[in-house]
Antibody, heavy 122, light 110 residues
């Protein structure tokens, strides 16, 4: 079945780095734009980043620009989020999500992973 | 990238209809037909309910509908059911080529 599975979360000290992975199955991963979305404890959803289907374009929320990098490896059906210079306010559950269509971007996200928790604390 | 504005909470009785609003600007909601809505239960992943303003994914009940007027998008839930109790989030594309979510609306079914 169509599925996304995140991994790589954990507890990390402020200023350190962490890389999240999102492995896709059940669909043609290379045809879809992909997003990262996060939810801090007790807070709402926050859009983090998008990568186009071919990796040609990537965009970031201001809160993570210059610190986070989104990438993809279509040979492994895997999406990544490299997170550097982590701060306490990056503590959140991180979800990867698939665009609802292969034609447009930001139409909506129809397939979500279960989330992976990142805790930034000394 | 200011969050879109949603009411923090709403409530309704079973069988009633409710409409959740999502207000942005001409640089996001008002400028593009790229508004989506998500249902989120605590501890679960978000679920897409409406995409591109008014399109319903397969498998989503037709009790859910979306619309937009100017800078405000709306999600209407008709025939409210106990299982509809959840948090609801709107999202939009922005002129900065980014996405933005609303602050979320906690829906209580009385």
């Amino acid at each position: 079945q169509v599925q996304l599975v995140e991994s790589g979360g954990g507890v990390v000290q402020p200023g350190r780095s962490l890389r999240l992975s999102c492995t896709a199955s059940g669909f043609i991963f290379s045809s879809y734009g992909m997003h990262w979305v996060r939810q801090a404890p007790g807070q709402g959803l926050e859009w983090v980043a998008i990568i186009y289907f071919d990796g040609s374009d990537k965009y970031y929320a201001d809160s993570v620009k210059g610190r986070f990098t989104i990438s993809r490896d279509d040979s492994k059906n895997t999406l990544y989020l490299q997170m550097n210079s982590l701060r306490a306010d990056d503590t959140a559950v991180y979800y990867c999500a698939r665009e609802v269509t292969t034609v447009y971007y930001y139409y909506g996200m129809d397939v979500w992973g279960q989330g992976t928790t990142v805790t930034v604390s000394s | 990238q200011s969050a879109l504005t949603q009411p923090a909470s709403m409530s309704g009785s079973p069988g009633q209809s409710i409409t959740i609003s999502c207000t942005g600007t001409s640089s996001d909601v008002g400028g593009y037909n790229y508004v989506s809505w998500y249902q989120k239960h605590t501890g679960k992943a978000p679920k897409l309910m409406i995409y591109a303003v008014s399109n319903r994914p397969s498998g989503v009940s037709n009790r859910f509908s979306g619309s937009k007027s100017g800078n405000t998008a709306s999600l209407t839930i008709s025939g409210l059911q106990a299982e509809d109790e959840a948090d609801y989030y709107c999202s939009s594309y922005t002129s900065s080529n980014t996405g933005v979510f609303g602050g979320g609306t906690k829906l209580t079914v009385l």
